[in-house]
C-alpha cells in the first residue's frame, strides 16, 4: 500500500508517541471503526501467525491438544465461581437479541424486539466457566485424566482506555485449560507452562523475562496462584507477558467436575488455565526497536532477507534478476524466508526505509558496480552495520548471521533487563527512583495495606514474586518497617 | 476419555441418525450448552487444524495474506449494502450492552441498564461490510491493488435448526476478500479461488466436487456471480463445499472505495470474496465413512498410522516397547504421523474398534507370535482387509500403502459420484427419480418461477451451472416445455 515514509517520533522525545507511530507505520495494526477494537494488518498477522506456531508446537510437545469452545457464555454461568465472577467479569458485551429486521422507512435496520434472548449471552472474557461446564461431561474416572485442551481464539473484555495490541477490547490470545487428577499435578502443569513461555520469549522472540508467582492481590480471579513472567520494556516499565493460573478446585467444585479416583472415591478435578495474547506483540515492539522501527529476531521474522537490486534500464535489471533470483532460490533451499523485491514502482531508499521499519533482520543489495565487481552490499537491521563482501558464499554467510543475529537481540535485552534490575530497601530512594523505571527488588511484609500504599503513591505495583531469588533473609519492609515475609519485583507497568 | 464404544446406527437403517452418533462417539463434536453453537473436540478440531494448514498454504501461494478484522460490526454498516442485507444479516447476534453488575441480593449478575450501547453491534455473520470499511483506508492508487486478505475466525448466523458441523449458529471458518483494479481481475480471481477450493478437496480431502455457477436465486446477497463446488455425499444429497462470488462493485460503490487508475482517473475498486468453514467435516464424514465409522484420506489425516502391542505380562510388553518403539521411529523419520498405543488400560479389542471409529488409516499389531515369526499384522482402514507381513520393510510398505490408500479412497468417491450424475428431460421421471438422491443434468429455461416450482414440489434446488458441460443445445425445460438457455445440476441437498 503506497503511503509517504515519514520519520517516526524518536523514542527519547515521547514513547508512547514512538510506539504508536511504529505500530501503525511498519503496518502491524490499526484502529478499527468499532470503538477499542484493532484490525490487525498482513506484516502484524504474519508476525502473530509466527508466534502462534511456534508457541503451539512447543504445547503441543508437552501433550496439549487444541479444541474449541463455544465465542458465547450463559450470563448464569459467569457467576458459578463467585471469586471469578467478583473480580472479573463486569465490562463484557452482552448479546440480548439474535434479530434485526428492516425499519419502517425501508432503509436501515432495527433491532427486532420480538427476538429477545430469555437470558443474555457474553461474549468470552476468558472460557473457564464455559468449559469446566463441559469438562463435566468428559471427567468421570481417573482414567479420563488429565485433560489438557488449549484455544486460539478471540476474546473481548470491555476496555474503557484503549492501545494497539497493549489493550484491546477483543484480542487474539490462547488459553490452555487442563483438569488432573492430583493437586501436585495441577501445580506442576502450572508452572511447567510458565517455563514454556519463558523459554519461547528466551528463544524465540529473544525477549528475557523475570519469572514469577504473583501477590494475593495480583491474582487471576478464582486462582489460588498465578505465575507470571514479566518483561521490562524500554523505557523501564514491566509488561506482564504470559500468565498460568494454578485454580485449585475451586471451578471443578463450582461446575461440579468430579471423578472416581483409584480407590474408587469421588473428588474434584484440580484445574490450571494459562494464557498468552497479541500484547505479545507490544511486548516484541517494546524490547527491541529503535528510532528507525521494529527490530525482529531472525527465528520470528516473516522475512528474514530482502534482496533490493539497483539498476538503471532493462538491461541492468535482467542482469540483477538473474543473479539475485539465483541467491534468493539458494537462501530459500537453506530454509531463509528471503523476499526479492525488485518491485518498480518504489525507489530503492524507500524501499530501504520501509524494509527497516518493518524489521527485515538482513538487507542484501546489489547495484551495477557490485555486478561488475561481484559484491554484495550487507546491512544488519539489528546494528545497522553496512558491508560489502563477495557474493561468492553470502548465502552461507548469511545463514550464520541470523543465528548471530538472534543471539545479539537477546544479549543486548538480556543487559539491558539486568542493569535495571535494582535492589533497594529504601522507600524514600524508591520514591524517587521508580520514576526512571525499571525492576525493583524489594522487602515485602505480604501485607494488602503496604502493596496499596505504594501503588497509590507510586503507581508501580508488585509484579511479582520472582525465582531463583534467595529468600532466606528477606529484611525488613521498606515501606511499614515490619519484617519481610519475601522480597518481590515492583515496577510501573502496562 | 473413558467411555463404552458401542455399535453406531447402520447409514442404510438411518443415514441421519448415523451421521449424528459418528461426530459424537469418533470424538468430533458435540453439542454446547449454548443453543445451536458447538465444542470442537481435540480429534475433530486436529482434523480440522489439517484441512486449515493445507488450505492456508494453498492460498499463500496464490499471494494472499491473512490479516484479522473486528468480531463486532456496528449495526449501520449492515444496511449500506442494500441486496446485501436484503438477503442476509437478519438472523444475528446483537451485541446491546458492555456491562454486567451485581443483582440486588449479590448472588448472580444482571446487564447494567447504564451501560447500553448508542448504536448496536453486530457478531459478524460474514465480513464484506467491516472490511470494505477497511479498505477504503488502504486503497487509493492503482499501485494498491490488488488486496488478497483473508482472515480465520469465528462467524454467527443464528440458525434455528442445527446439525453438527453441517448447520451451527457459530461456525470457523476461512474468508477471503481481495480488491482488484479491473473487472477482468476480480472475475478471474474469483475463479481461481473456486479452482483451489476443488483441488484441495479432490487432493487432500479426497473428496470429488462439481464445479460451477450458481443460479441468480442461490446466489451470495450482492454478489454478481457466485460460484460452488458440490459435492455428493453417500445418501444422494448435494453439500456445498466451498462458494467464491464476484462482488462486483458493489462493496466497492457501497463503502466508497475507489482507487486512481493508470489513466489518472478515479474507478470504484472491484470485489471477491469466498469461503470454506468447518461445513467441510460434514462433507468429509458424508463422503467416506462406513457403517464401523469414520474413514479418513491419510493426507488429511491426524494419525495415520497407529500400532498396537498386545501382551500379557511385562516382559512381553518390553520386547514389544522395544521393537515397535523403533517401528514408530522409523515411521516418524520418514515423516508419517504415527501413534504407538500401548495404554493398559484399555483392552485390544477396545483400541480396534475405536481406532476403526476415528477413522486411522493404517493399524499395524504385534503379539507374542508375531514377534518369534518376525511378523506384524496391517489393516487398512479404507477395506477393513487384514493381512499378516513380515516385520523387516514394513515401514516403507506402509508409507507407499498411505499413498495408495489416498487414491483408492478418492476412486471409490469419483465412481460414486458418477454413477449418480442422471441426464434427466422429463419432470415425472425427475419428481419420481429425485427422491433417491443424486445429481440430475436437467434443461432449465433461466426463470425464476421453474426454479420455485421444482423447489416445492420436490424440495430440490438448482445447485449450479456445472463447468465443463456442453451447452450448445440444452435442449427443452423439463417444467415449462420452453427452450431452455443452459443445463444445470438439480438435487436435494444438506
Not at 367 to 387: C, H, I, S
Not at 473 to 490: F, K, L, Q, W
Request: net charge negative; with cysteine.
Amino acid at each position: 500500500m503506497a503511503k509517504e515514509l515519514s520519520f517516526l517520533t524518536k523514542r527519547a522525545d515521547d514513547y508512547s508517541k514512538w510506539y504508536n507511530e511504529l505500530v501503525v507505520k511498519a503496518d502491524l495494526a490499526e484502529q478499527a471503526d468499532v470503538r477499542g477494537c484493532m484490525v490487525i494488518k498482513p506484516y502484524g498477522m504474519a508476525i502473530w501467525e509466527s508466534i502462534q506456531h511456534e508457541l503451539d508446537r512447543r504445547f503441543k510437545e508437552t501433550g496439549v491438544q487444541n479444541a474449541y469452545f463455544p465465542l458465547l457464555i450463559p450470563k448464569s454461568f459467569l457467576s458459578r465461581e463467585a471469586e471469578h465472577v467478583e473480580g472479573f467479569a463486569k465490562e463484557c458485551a452482552v448479546v440480548t437479541h439474535y434479530r434485526l429486521k428492516t425499519n419502517e422507512t425501508g432503509d436501515g435496520v432495527v433491532v427486532d424486539p420480538a427476538a429477545k434472548l430469555e437470558e443474555e449471552l457474553i461474549i468470552r472474557p476468558t472460557s473457564e466457566t464455559t468449559i469446566w461446564n463441559t469438562y463435566k461431561k468428559w471427567i468421570h474416572s481417573w482414567r479420563d485424566l488429565p485433560v489438557l485442551c488449549n484455544q486460539w481464539c478471540n476474546v473481548m473484555r470491555w476496555e474503557m482506555r484503549t492501545r494497539l495490541f497493549l489493550r484491546t477490547s477483543e484480542f487474539l490470545w490462547q488459553e490452555g485449560h487442563t483438569a488432573h487428577a492430583t493437586r501436585e499435578e495441577a501445580e506442576a502443569r502450572a508452572r511447567q507452562m510458565l517455563d514454556v513461555y519463558a523459554d519461547f520469549a528466551a528463544e524465540y522472540m529473544a525477549m528475557p523475562v523475570v519469572r514469577g508467582v504473583k501477590s494475593e492481590t495480583e491474582r487471576f480471579a478464582g486462582a489460588l496462584d498465578t505465575y507470571t513472567i514479566e518483561a521490562l520494556m524500554q523505557d523501564g516499565k514491566a509488561l506482564q507477558s504470559g500468565t498460568s493460573h494454578f485454580l485449585g478446585q475451586n471451578f471443578g467444585k463450582a461446575f461440579d467436575v468430579t471423578f472416581v479416583d483409584r480407590d474408587n472415591k469421588p473428588q474434584y478435578a484440580w484445574a490450571t488455565s494459562w494464557g498468552v495474547s497479541t500484547r505479545l506483540m507490544g511486548a516484541l515492539i517494546m524490547t527491541h526497536s529503535d528510532d528507525n522501527g521494529l527490530v525482529l529476531p531472525p527465528r520470528l521474522a516473516p522475512i528474514q532477507v530482502v534482496i533490493i537490486p539497483i539498476y538503471k534500464g532493462d538491461t541492468e535489471l535482467d542482469e540483477l534478476n538473474e543473479k539475485l533470483g539465483a541467491l534468493r532460490d539458494e537462501l530459500q533451499a537453506m530454509g531463509v524466508r528471503v523476499k526479492y523485491d525488485n518491485a518498480d514502482n518504489k525507489r530503492p531508499g524507500f524501499k530501504f526505509a520501509d524494509y527497516e521499519l518493518k524489521g527485515v533482520p538482513v538487507r542484501l543489495v546489489m547495484g551495477a558496480r557490485d555486478l561488475e565487481n561481484g559484491t554484495v552490499e550487507l546491512m544488519r537491521r539489528d546494528t545497522l552495520a553496512k558491508e560489502t563482501l563477495p557474493v561468492e558464499g553470502i548465502a552461507a554467510h548469511v545463514k550464520i548471521l541470523l543465528e548471530k543475529i538472534q543471539t545479539n537481540i537477546y544479549a543486548k535485552a538480556k543487559t539491558f533487563l539486568n542493569e535495571h534490575i535494582f535492589e533497594c530497601n529504601d522507600y524514600a530512594e524508591f520514591k524517587e527512583r521508580v520514576k526512571e523505571g525499571g525492576f525493583f527488588l524489594c522487602p515485602w511484609d505480604g501485607t494488602t495495606e503496604v502493596e496499596e500504599r505504594i501503588k497509590a503513591e507510586t503507581q508501580a505495583t508488585i509484579r511479582c514474586v520472582p525465582y531463583g531469588v534467595d529468600q532466606t533473609n528477606p529484611g525488613i519492609d521498606m515501606v511499614s518497617g515490619r519484617p519481610a515475609t519475601c522480597r518481590v519485583i515492583i515496577a510501573r507497568s502496562y
